[in-house]
């Protein structure tokens, strides 16, 4: 019985994860929300120093595509957010997040939508600075994206969208003591890049049967082109049948 390939799509993330476990993205904290799910991931984004998100604990999830990177992943907040480009539901309304479609009505160009070159660190940075500066010309929660003008204009005097930020930052305290997690509040603790420890043994079990998996299936290939090289005398493409039942 032939072995079970693993789709290039869980190889990518795989190697993803590790890569931003071992090398963090500064003011990021990510984990799978199963072991055993690559596709969905839980993120936790400390609110940066000297913003009005200073002191904050937002989770999110992230949730992959089987055909990631050819199409965006989602991103969702769990913790209730105010925010201009954020949906009432926690869904985040961002270019970089939107299908690589040409589509003249959004505003956008093709250029600042997905491709299959982003990754998930280009994500993460790229909603850290939504955060900090919303695009109100195409808000997901309108009456967000008015209340962040007027208090943008007013350089601080209309204070009602600061309010409700810094309401929804202290709420966040109760989530990061449940989850054992310290805050960080100062620049320096901010930009302190740490690799995270993984759950338990199951991370490292699963990057070993993927890589397995990936080693067993190259050696494969090379087996066949080997064996279909000795079959056809060195000319294995010149003898090919072209009734039109060769393998796609």
């Known amino acids: ?82 925010h201009p480009n954020i949906y009432e539901n926690g869904d985040v309304c961002i270019s970089i997040l939107h299908p690589p479609v040409d589509d003249p009505q959004s505003g956008e160009l093709p250029s600042e939508r997905w491709n299959p070159t982003q990754n998930v660190r280009t994500i993460l940075l790229s909603v850290i600075s939504l955060l900090n500066e919303p695009n109100t010309f195409s808000p997901a929660n309108v009456d967000a994206s008015v209340m962040f003008r007027k208090w943008r204009d007013s350089k601080g005097k209309e204070k009602e969208y600061a309010e409700i930020i810094r309401k929804q930052v202290l709420s966040t305290a109760a989530d990061a003591d449940r989850d054992g997690v310290k805050v960080p509040r100062t620049l320096a603790e901010y930009c302190i890049q740490t690799r995270m420890p993984s759950q338990d043994s199951s991370s490292d079990l699963l990057y070993d049967d993927l890589y397995d998996d990936m080693e067993e299936s190259e050696e494969e290939e090379s087996e066949g082109e080997s064996v279909g090289g000795a079959q056809g005398g060195g000319r294995v493409y010149e003898d090919q049948d072209d009734s039109g039942n060769e393998d796609s």
């Open 1 to 82: 019985m032939a072995q079970q390939v693993t789709p290039s799509s869980q190889k990518a993330l795989m190697v993803e994860l590790k890569s931003l476990q071992e090398q963090p993205v500064e003011g990021f904290r990510i984990t799978l929300v199963e072991e055993s799910d690559l596709y969905n991931w839980e993120v936790a984004i400390f609110g940066p120093p000297n913003t009005l998100y200073e002191g904050g604990y937002f989770k999110a999830h992230i949730k992959f595509p089987v055909d990631y990177p050819y199409s965006p992943p989602t991103f969702r907040f769990l913790t209730k957010m105010w």
